[in-house]
Structure formats: C-alpha cells, structure tokens
Nanobody, 121 residues
Framework: QVQLVESGGGLVQPGGSLRLSCAASGIIFSIDPMGWSRQAPGKQRELVASITKGGSTVYAESVKGRFTISRDNAKNTVYLQMSSLEPEDTAVYYC???????????????WGQGTQVTVSS
C-alpha cells in the first residue's frame, strides 16, 4: 500500500512563511505528477500546485509568485514553500500523486491525510 505523509503545517502570522513536505512510501514505480491541493472550511477542494518528474509546474492563480513547489524524485518527496501567507490561505493542505506500482499498472490518484495551515494574527 502506498502512503503519502505530509508534514510542516501549523499556525503562522500573515506575511509569514511555511514549508510543507510530503514523503511517499510503499511499492512505487513512479509518481507523476505530484502536487498539493487544499480545502478551506465551507469551500471545495482546489489544486494549489503540481509538478511533473521533469520539473514542469502548474500553480493556482491565487498563489502564483508566493508559493513554490519542488520535488526530489529519488526520495519520492514533494515540497511546497509558502511565502507572504494570507488569512485566505488557511486550509487543510493535501499531498497528491498519480502512483504507478509497476511499469504495467495504471496510475492511481493517491492522497495524503492532510496537514492544517492556519494564517492568523
């Protein structure tokens, strides 16, 4: 069974920074892409950023210029560096990845348990 485990969430003041990490474990042939989504109370889950093994990135308009996604392919780990945080960034952040367990298996969308990020003074 493949697991995605997030870390790095917490409480931060507006304008502050946080770095989220997500490590995948289990039998993994590849995870591509990897990314982060978030869900605020009363709102739908939304994609924040994603990154392919080759390094191509996609960002939500609301985080462009403030968040940076990166990954370590050798460690099957993805990071989200968040800067200039705003109260509107408060949400549970979920790590995501399309996981292949072998060269012949189809990719399967996999989610972590989530980590809370709260931006408040």
């Amino acid at each position: 069974q493949v697991q995605l485990v997030e870390s790095g969430g917490g409480l931060v003041q507006p304008g502050g920074s946080l770095r989220l990490s997500c490590a995948a474990s289990g039998i993994i042939f590849s995870i591509d892409p990897m990314g982060w989504s978030r869900q605020a109370p009363g709102k739908q889950r939304e994609l924040v950023a994603s990154i392919t093994k080759g390094g191509s990135t996609v960002y939500a308009e609301s985080v462009k210029g403030r968040f940076t996604i990166s990954r370590d392919n050798a460690k099957n780990t993805v990071y989200l560096q968040m800067s200039s945080l705003e109260p509107e960034d408060t949400a549970v952040y979920y790590c995501t990845g399309d996981v292949k367990r072998s060269v012949l298996s189809p990719p399967r969308a996999t989610w972590g348990q989530g980590t809370q990020v709260t931006v408040s003074s």
